[in-house]
């Protein structure tokens, strides 16, 4: 409960005070280190993996997936839609 409070009084501040830039995706992801792990443990970047390991939706893996994408630790998509691991 407390964290949800804690979520919602960012995403205000972040609202009414612009300029404090809170990355509301990092705020969100609470399993991004979680996620990050998994993918380095298992040396392959597919959301399926994440679906599976944390219980999450696709929707949230591609969410994760475009946060480690912005970090440097997994590259674009290539033409086929796969990705590789860039920094272990």
Same mark, same amino acid.
């Given at each position: 409960?407390?964290?949800?409070?804690?979520?919602?009084?960012?995403?205000?501040?972040?609202?009414?005070?612009?300029?404090?830039?809170?990355?509301?995706?990092?705020?969100?992801?609470?399993?991004?280190?979680?996620?990050?792990?998994?993918?380095? +443990?298992? !040396?392959?970047?597919? *959301?399926?993996?994440?679906?599976?390991?944390?219980? %999450?939706? $696709?929707?949230?893996?591609?969410?994760?997936?475009?946060?480690?994408? +912005?970090? !440097?630790?997994?590259? *674009?998509?290539?033409?086929?839609?796969?990705?590789? %691991?860039? $920094?272990?």
């Amino acid at each position: 409960m407390n964290r949800v409070v804690v979520v919602f009084f960012l995403f205000s501040l972040s609202t009414y005070f612009p300029q404090l830039s809170i990355d509301k995706r990092v705020v969100a992801e609470d399993k991004y280190h979680e996620a990050k792990k998994i993918i380095l +443990r298992e !040396g392959a970047a597919f *959301p399926a993996i994440l679906c599976d390991a944390l219980l %999450i939706g $696709k929707n949230r893996a591609e969410r994760i997936f475009d946060q480690l994408k +912005r970090d !440097g630790i997994v590259s *674009p998509k290539d033409e086929n839609g796969n990705r590789k %691991i860039i $920094k272990s």
